[in-house]
């Protein structure tokens, strides 16, 4: 696919970007330039999207390091143009390829189609950029087999607040395998091709990257407008704070804390993010029982939202005791968990779990008692193998490792203990999904060259708009006052009266809102909303 994007997108090499601090620029002699030209139809389906590469250095503090690229795609204004509006989708590690082939109409809309929307697969992301993808393993097949016995592969097994003797036991035994495993993992991915550039792979240097682009697109002392979703807040966050005179217009939607990052170790970052989780829950076993079976296939007529609640916990419990008794069984319930945390993400999906995902899960814990153990162990391979064919890239863990603290010595133990801990006193559905990025840092080899890690509360050039829902499961409304009082006059918070991760499902007034700030600035309310923190 890379040497067919060469050859069908680019008319010409771009050259590179030299070394640059917080309050330097690309000059006119210094600066890439864009080719821009047809996307290759198996990355980027719409049309009206055209792509390019833009070489970057690997440090811009260190020339000598060498120089790379990124893939970056752009959806032209189709009005009077205000410049560029750059697009990152979070993750870490999604592309913003993709998003922008999904997403960008959208964005043209809500900034009126005063911009070029342009979105880039990131360092660490994608098999065009360079550095792309990150590979630690050669096929499925050595992927399954190195986490084979794991729970990177079984997810773990754990009923009500995790407070039955066996799960603990069962799960504290796979702490000295899951240490070695973990430690073994980051020394394969730095034999790897990709290992090379791992410090090279951060936020802070993608915060550069998209001024470099800024620098060529708009001028270099131009402001630099940005969206940012979930983990995109941090780009946003560090963004808006390394170069504070650089703000135009900024919108950080589903905050994620970057003062947590800064100071803490990631494995408690989870949990802490999951404080409303168990709230959005609520919302959706209400919204079932409110729907009747007409709407919702986890309920009889007449229950109330107790009672869903005691469905999905009652096949939880025999998805548990099935796997405790055979462990080759087809679903768990840490597939089903993980199933249900996906949905909770956005309400659009929940009557697609509630008539879909619940039937199809009742229906594979039910027949266990009549399968043979051979088909499950045949059933359970299977299953587990599509887990994991879209797990052999770990872009995602070396953003989020390379920009947290340096490796504080923390054991595999205590992880497993602080979930424990965790599943107790908050989300006691989703504190034990499992595998999850952020555990993996206080075991990863190597950290960015560069990582920001404050003041987060500079004087901006412009006011940023945070975004937040009322009930958000993975970036909870919190997280965006904190942000938002950091900023303090530089930022206004607006909370949508909602459920779900990022106003991605935004009531008409919101769409005003964030209309109105890209098109002039201002920033008005409306019946619903709120603003400010409290």
């Not at 009005?79 to 989708?89: A, C, M, V």
């Not at 590979?135 to 087999?145: A, G, I, R």
């Not at 940005?226 to 170069?243: K, R």
């Not at 940023?464 to 950091?486: E, Q």
């Amino acid at each position: 696919m890379l040497s067919y994007l060469l050859a069908a997108i680019l008319a010409g090499r771009v050259i590179g970007a030299s070394s640059l601090n917080d309050s330097q620029t690309l000059g006119a002699e210094t600066r890439p330039a864009f080719e821009w030209g047809p996307c290759d139809p198996t990355v980027v389906e719409d049309p009206s999207i055209s792509c390019s590469f833009f070489d970057i250095p690997l440090d811009y503090h260190n020339k000598s390091a060498g120089t790379g690229h990124i893939a970056v795609a752009r959806l032209n204004a189709t009005t009077e143009r205000f410049g560029t509006l750059f697009l990152n989708p979070g993750g870490p590690g999604e592309s913003g390829l993709a998003a922008l082939d999904s997403l960008g109409s959208t964005a043209s809309s809500l900034s009126g189609g005063h911009y070029d929307i342009v979105s880039w697969d990131p360092r660490g992301v994608g098999p065009l950029t360079i550095p792309g993808d990150i590979q630690c393993f050669k096929s499925v097949e050595e992927y399954n087999t190195f986490w084979n016995g794991t729970i990177e592969l079984t997810g773990i097994e754990m009923t009500g607040n995790f407070t039955n003797p066996h799960d603990i036991k069962a799960l504290l035994s796979q702490a000295p395998i899951m240490q070695k495993k973990y430690e073994e993992l980051g020394e394969r991915c730095l034999q790897q091709p990709s290992g090379r550039y791992l410090e090279y792979v951060g936020t802070a240097a993608t915060v550069r990257d998209m001024v470099a682009m800024a620098d060529v697109l708009d001028g270099p002392t131009a402001p630099i407008n940005f969206a940012g979703l979930s983990y995109g807040t941090i780009l946003g966050a560090w963004f808006i704070n390394m170069f504070p005179e650089r703000v135009g217009r900024v919108i950080l939607d589903g905050v994620v804390d970057p003062t947590f990052l800064a100071i803490e170790e990631t494995t408690t970052f989870f949990p802490k993010q999951l404080v409303d989780a168990d709230k959005v829950y609520d919302a959706l076993v209400t919204a079932c029982a409110l729907s009747g079976p007409e709407g919702c296939a986890a309920t009889t007529q007449g229950r109330t939202p107790a009672d869903v609640d005691a469905n999905f916990q009652a096949l939880l419990q025999r998805a548990h005791d099935a796997a405790r008794k055979n462990s080759s069984v087809a679903v768990t319930s840490a597939d089903i968990r993980r199933q249900l945390f996906a949905a909770i993400y956005s309400p659009s999906e929940w009557a697609t779990f509630v008539n879909v995902s619940y039937p199809e899960a009742v229906a594979a814990v039910d027949a266990e008692s009549s399968v043979s153990a051979g088909a499950r162990a045949t059933t359970r391979r299977s299953h587990r193998k599509r887990q994991t064919n879209d797990s052999k890239t770990y872009g995602g863990p070396a953003i989020a490792c390379g920009d947290s603290i340096d490796r504080r010595g923390t054991k595999m133990i205590s992880v497993l203990k602080g979930i424990i801990s965790a599943s107790r006193t908050g989300s006691h559905l989703f504190t034990s999904v499992w595998p999850n990025l952020f555990n993996y840092c206080p075991f990863w080899p190597v950290r960015a060259v560069e990582r920001y890690q404050g003041p987060f509360n500079n004087k901006l050039a412009n006011k940023v708009l945070v975004l937040s829902n009322t009930y958000d499961p993975v970036t909870p409304l919190a997280d965006a006052r904190a942000l938002a009082n950091l900023l303090g006059d530089s930022g206004t918070l607006v909370v949508l009266d909602g459920f779900g991760h990022t106003t991605r499902e935004p009531s008409q007034c919101l769409l005003k809102i964030v209309l109105a700030y890209f098109t002039t600035g201002a920033v008005c309310f409306c019946r619903g909303l709120a603003s400010g923190p409290p």
